[in-house]
């Protein structure tokens, strides 16, 4: 039982290990200034020069107790401190790290500077200090040059003439998909009858759906009240059993026509004029206008 826990430990860490060297092996040297003298500047107010770190992968990436170096003779000349969150990268993320030879100023100022006279090599090494993750040797470049990739974690590096630490080397300023449409497309019509195609299917599924819904509801709701009256069988037979014969209904119908009025079909109208007494027209009288004289009964 001993022997089973100590080999799942073992290999826990092997696989924690693992990814995790899967994971710092996604590090890239993304960016280097050499010769800074109008361009970014550290916390404390200097211009030195720079390194950018790239994290290649769709993951958080922790940099923490990797090794860079200018010398490829000490590839463990600078750590990186541990127990600093920002060194974790996150994904599509970069870092900056400041080669001024101030390790004092904190985790990401190295102990070793770049001469901006000279070529200069730089490595990032793994937390093993053997496993080399990137490299990268630049040129003597101008005042404010800087040597990166022009797509962010690409291997093929070259000089570029606008610096962009800590940010995007290749700044995206259109979308090739709009462009394209708005190629084909300058008046919106093809855009308009898309937009009114999808409405329209969209209505008539939703028709079909409710439609087949219904029916659904329908049936459940007949074969509740079946089995409420105790019918048993199908749908199908308890309607046709249901069903009265034209036959009958025909009958029906004409007996209830005959009920109730069916013998005054013939009847011929009769007028019947009665006279009155009075000769005037009533509607000229006045004396329905005018009131009554009260009547003094004495006793």
Not at 42 to 65: C, H, K, L
Not at 115 to 120: A, S, T
Not at 275 to 291: D, F, H
Request: charged share 20%; hydrophobic share 40%.
């Amino acid at each position: 039982m001993i022997r089973k826990i100590i080999g799942s430990i073992i290999l826990s860490i092997g696989l924690a290990s693992g990814t995790y060297a899967q994971s710092t092996s996604a590090l890239r040297i993304n960016e280097v200034l050499t010769n800074n003298v109008s361009n970014y500047m550290d916390p404390f107010g200097n211009r030195g020069a720079w390194i950018e770190i790239y994290n290649n992968s769709a993951g958080t990436v922790q940099m923490a107790g990797c090794f860079i170096t200018n010398d490829k003779n000490n590839p463990k000349k600078y750590m990186i401190s541990k127990g600093d969150l920002r060194t974790q990268i996150g994904p599509r993320q970069v870092v900056l790290l400041w080669a001024d030879s101030y390790p004092h100023h904190g985790t990401f100022h190295t102990n070793f500077s770049l001469d901006p006279d000279k070529e200069n090599y730089i490595a990032l090494y793994d937390a093993s200090g053997k496993n080399l993750i990137d490299e990268v040797t630049v040129p003597v470049l101008e005042a404010d040059q800087s040597f990166g990739a022009p797509q962010d974690g690409a291997r093929d590096l070259k000089i570029l003439p606008h610096p962009t630490p800590e940010a995007s080397n290749f700044v995206i300023n259109n979308n090739p998909k709009v462009d394209k449409f708005a190629e084909h497309d300058p008046n919106g019509i093809g855009m308009a009858v898309t937009a009114m195609s999808v409405v329209f299917l969209a209505l008539i599924l939703l028709y079909l759906v409710f439609r087949v819904i219904g029916k659904i509801s329908v049936r459940l709701s007949t074969k509740r009240a079946m089995k409420a009256q105790g019918i048993s069988g199908k749908i199908k037979d308890a309607r046709e059993e249901s069903e009265i014969p034209g036959a009958v209904l025909a009958a029906i119908t004409m007996a209830l026509n005959e009920h109730q009025g069916g013998d005054h079909d013939y009847e011929e109208t009769v007028l019947t004029i009665h006279r009155v007494t009075r000769n005037y027209s009533p509607w000229s009288s006045k004396i329905y206008g005018l009131r009554e004289v009260p009547q003094i009964k004495k006793r």
